[in-house]
């Protein structure tokens, strides 16, 4: 198995920045509709703190996926796509790309405006993106929740694209983002 891409597959790099940005992300709209629902209270800030943290660990790992996607070749297509399947999983990713640069950073902004610092891990602490501002954090805030639910379409597409190219097509889609996986 290639670290990098080939014309047939992906590489174990690309492969592990799909899987665990999968799961961190899956994990923190999970965590952000958890919180959405509890009363203020001390846990609540504390799961404010871990969905932050793990916001910006999103974010850096977007990037370096973002700039690894550009330093390699992407696999082609299965001939026996056709070409509306092509144009809609280049959307649903050009979406999830999209929103999983939104989503933090429209959260650390909405932190921002609040007036609260965004932490990674009590490591650091981020720099504000904008000055207080209830206006701004408002607006940061609905974009935020707008965000979360067309990540979760996003996501809901993508997966049942996986499946049917795996249950229904029995091609070799998926098998080409896992890492036991074999292309067809």
Same mark, same amino acid.
């Given at each position: 198995m290639c670290f990098k891409n080939t014309a047939e597959r992906f590489g174990l790099v690309a492969q592990g920045f799909h899987w665990v940005i999968a799961f961190l992300i899956v994990g923190m709209l999970a965590l952000g509709l958890y919180m959405e629902e509890m009363e203020r209270s001390p846990e609540k800030? *504390? +799961?404010?703190?871990?969905? !932050?943290?793990?916001?910006? +660990? %999103?974010?850096a790992l977007v990037v370096l996926r973002i700039l690894w996607r550009f330093m390699n070749a992407t696999p082609a297509p299965l001939p026996n796509?056709?070409?509306? *399947?092509? %144009?809609?999983? !280049?959307?649903?990713?050009?979406?999830?790309?999209?929103?999983?640069? %939104?989503?933090? +950073?429209?959260?650390?902004?909405?932190?921002?405006?609040g007036g609260h610092d965004v932490a990674f891990?009590? +490591?650091f602490t981020m720099p504000p993106l904008v000055e207080k501002s209830k206006e701004i954090g408002e607006i940061a805030s609905e974009i935020h929740e707008v965000a979360a639910w067309i990540m979760i379409g996003a996501i809901v597409l993508h997966v049942a694209g996986a499946l049917k190219h795996k249950l229904i097509d029995k091609d070799g889609t998926v098998a080409r983002m896992l890492p036991w996986g074999h292309a067809k």
């Open positions: 800030f *504390e +799961l404010y703190g871990i969905h !932050k943290s793990f916001g910006i +660990l %999103v974010l796509h056709q070409r509306w *399947e092509v %144009v809609l999983a !280049k959307s649903v990713q050009g979406i999830l790309y999209l929103m999983m640069m %939104v989503m933090p +950073l429209s959260g650390w902004m909405m932190s921002s405006a891990f009590g +490591l």
